[in-house]
């Protein structure tokens, strides 16, 4: 299995960067897709980044030029560059992790990831 845990939220002005970072760990991390999300009470989940087992990207249209996800060489991290930050964008900012065979078109697609973080805030003033 993978199990996963976020860091760099931090309180931002608008129109700042930050770098948040996933830690991974499991037998199959090297293989799994991976994804970033957010979430504000009262909303539902939304996706905005995600990259397949083979390095492929997708993102949301709401982040499209904002938001960047990569993984380091090892795969045992992944980030979310972000900038240009908004106070829209003010959330909690969950990774998630998809160890099957996942289509490029449904990785912002929550329900396709089983593993998640418990997430760390980004608030942007």
């Known amino acids: 299995d993978v199990q996963l845990v976020e860091s760099g939220g931090d309180s931002v002005e608008a129109g700042g960067s930050l770098r948040l970072s996933c830690a991974a760990s499991?037998?199959?991390?090297?293989?799994?897709?991976m994804g970033w999300f957010r979430q504000v009470t009262g909303k539902e989940r939304e996706g905005l980044a995600g990259?397949?087992?083979?390095?492929?990207?997708f993102y949301a249209d709401s982040v499209q030029g904002r938001f960047s996800i990569s993984r380091n060489y090892g795969r045992t991290t992944n980030y979310l560059d972000m900038k240009n930050l908004k106070p829209e964008d003010t959330a909690m900012y969950l990774c998630?992790?998809?160890?099957?065979?996942?289509?490029?078109?449904?990785?912002?697609?929550?329900?396709?990831?089983?593993?998640w973080g418990q997430g760390t805030q980004v608030t942007v003033s």
């Open positions: 990259i397949g087992r083979d390095g492929r990207t």
């Open positions: 499991g037998y199959t991390v090297r293989t799994s897709n």
């Open positions: 998630a992790a998809a160890t099957g065979v996942v289509p490029s078109r449904l990785l912002l697609d929550a329900t396709q990831y089983t593993i």
